[in-house]
């Protein structure tokens, strides 16, 4: 039996509380063409589904589901979705984009198309009401006639902060309003020996929208961490390439 409600409900128990649905048939061409470039045709499915999380509770979720995997986040993530396709969506047709390589490029348009995010100066989406501390956890096609969110737009959440905190707290100047904001300057900082923003963006946690909804410091850890071996590897790449 078919009950998206119930699905819902299952989810945000275990801190998946953001859920978009997206009908196929009138998404923009820019979020068709990032599928269509690896061989997907969204029209093949009748709804595009986008799950995440908004504060801490997906992290409290995972840690009490435990590390399994080389990737503890995105396993957790992959196995929400099977069980919401499974135990309450009867096993529909369905194409799972993200985790995995397919959806990456096409998760901020989607955030922008749901309401969730708008580009902030922190280098991650802000959300209206999580601010910088939500994230996408998962995103997949499937062939349900499942309802269509209605998005009304809302303010950007910068535009309303008058301090902006987040930009006198970065200790590069790498944070900017308006943007762009100067992610090489970030990252090449990030991996400096003794660097007080490797295990966390100083800026991201001055950010005073959401601020009752911020990440655990061990949850912040963990990504920022995760993260330090790509740029380290980025960067060398583009030392040799210069040689």
Known sequence: MIDFEAGKTFLTARGINLCAVFDCATLPGDAIR???????????????????????????????FGFHTDDPVDHYARHLTRRLLHE????????????????????????????WGSPSPVFVGIHPDYGPWFAYRAAFLVDLDLPVDDVAPRPHPCDACLDKPCLSACPVGAARWPGPSDIDACARSRIEDGSPCADRCLARLACPVGAEHRYSLAQIRYHYLHSLPTIRSYYATQSERSL
């Open 34 to 64: 990032p599928m269509a470039a690896t061989g997907i045709n969204p029209a093949d499915f009748r709804r595009l589904v986008l799950l995440g999380n908004g504060g801490s509770g997906f992290w409290s979720s995972l840690e009490a």
């Open 88 to 115: 309450f969506l009867d096993d529909p047709p369905s194409l799972l984009l993200y985790p995995g390589g397919a959806a990456a490029p096409l998760l901020t348009r989607l955030g922008e198309l749901a309401g």
